[in-house]
């Protein structure tokens, strides 16, 4: 079976690493879907779509997990979400399921008829990508706690730290 995992991943964290885990031992394959593809350079929303499918892939190398049952697929917003489902669809493979907790991405994806694997919520109140930016724009190292270690390098690497500073600053 093949099942579809969604999100933003502004950043990819260690809760995003431990259902991806989670995932692969219920499924054969993973579509990754790195969403929001056409937002970046926001506080919101700080790195481009090829910027996290680098910060997932690496992650995901970094943990030893075969990537030949991963599927990395940046997908754009659209504003209607009826048509979401079917606008997820045109951009990655067939799927079976749906890995998720968030309650819209669950009934959408329910009302379409694919199941719904929820797992557990892996450290969520610990885990907050709002929280995470937070700390990366106000430059506290805490952040490097919360995310996988090769997820840290490349933020570092492609200077995103900098880039979110920059962003908070007031004119």
């Known amino acids: 079976m093949r099942a579809l995992f969604p999100g933003r991943f502004q950043p990819f ?24 593809a056409q937002e970046s350079h926001t506080l919101q929303n700080p790195m481009t779509a090829g910027e996290r499918v680098l910060a997932i892939r690496r992650a995901l190398e970094d943990e030893g997990i075969d990537l030949r049952k991963v599927y990395i697929i940046p997908v754009p917003d659209i504003l209607m979400n009826s048509a979401w489902v079917a606008h997820v669809r045109t951009y990655v493979p067939p799927f079976e399921a749906v890995v998720t907790r968030n309650p819209l991405v669950k009934v959408l994806f329910e009302e379409a008829g694919y199941e719904v694997l929820e797992p557990p919520p892996f450290g969520r109140e610990k885990y907050v990508a709002t929280n995470i930016r937070a700390l990366m724009a106000l430059g506290d190292p805490k952040w490097e706690e919360m995310v996988p270690r090769a997820v840290a390098e490349i933020i570092k690497e492609l200077g995103i730290i900098r880039r979110m500073r920059e962003l908070s600053k007031r004119d």
């Open 13 to 36: 964290h260690k809760g995003h690493l431990a259902v991806v885990k989670w995932s692969l031992e219920r499924v054969d394959e993973l579509v990754i879907v790195v969403g929001s």
